[in-house]
């Protein structure tokens, strides 16, 4: 049997008279029936857009992407065209400490920069943990 991984969500809002939920139930996905990627790995990101590949993933996938540090966000973003060295088109701001899960095509570029309330140092380094499957 396959690895599989399962993936719960439960959104729940309460705000002033409106009350709304949304429960899909469980996703359960199977790494070769999804994008046959094999994890992923550590991507040091620094104040300069730097580049997080998906060339691990064979076809249409999941990514999670964790932002370990305990201090500054992450920016993620696409390229503004596949291969071009345009600017970040942005996604998604990942605090510190927390991660993010899309769905993302074969061979994908994203691109990842240091990000926080103030002024971020040049010199700032961060790691973000990458999977795709």
Same mark, same amino acid.
């Given at each position: 049997?396959?690895?599989?991984?399962?993936?719960?969500?439960?959104?729940?809002?309460?705000?002033?008279?409106?009350?709304?939920?949304?429960?899909?139930?469980?996703?359960?996905?199977?790494?070769?029936?999804?994008?046959?990627?094999?994890?992923?790995?550590?991507?040091?990101?620094?104040?300069?857009?730097?580049?997080?590949?998906?060339?691990?993933?064979?076809?249409?996938?999941?990514?999670?992407?964790?932002?370990?540090?305990?201090?500054?966000?992450?920016?993620?973003?696409? %390229?503004? *065209?596949?291969?071009? #060295?345009?600017?970040?088109? $942005?996604?998604? &701001?990942? =605090?510190?400490? @927390?991660?993010?899960?899309?769905?993302?095509? %074969?061979? *994908?570029?994203?691109? #990842?920069?240091?990000?926080? $309330?103030?002024? &971020?140092? =040049?010199?700032? @380094?961060?790691?973000?943990?990458?999977?795709?499957?």
């Amino acid at each position: 049997m396959a690895d599989k991984f399962t993936v719960s969500i439960y959104v729940a809002i309460r705000d002033g008279f409106y009350t709304g939920s949304f429960n899909p139930g469980q996703l359960v996905f199977d790494p070769e029936t999804t994008g046959g990627g094999e994890g992923g790995g550590l991507h040091n990101v620094t104040v300069d857009e730097s580049v997080i590949d998906f060339g691990n993933l064979t076809r249409p996938g999941l990514y999670v992407i964790h932002n370990l540090d305990t201090t500054y966000s992450v920016e993620v973003g696409s %390229e503004t *065209a596949p291969g071009t #060295a345009g600017e970040m088109v $942005s996604k998604d &701001v990942i =605090p510190p400490g @927390r991660a993010i899960l899309g769905y993302v095509a %074969e061979n *994908a570029v994203f691109r #990842a920069k240091v990000v926080g $309330s103030g002024s &971020v140092e =040049p010199t700032v @380094r961060i790691n973000v943990q990458v999977w795709e499957y």
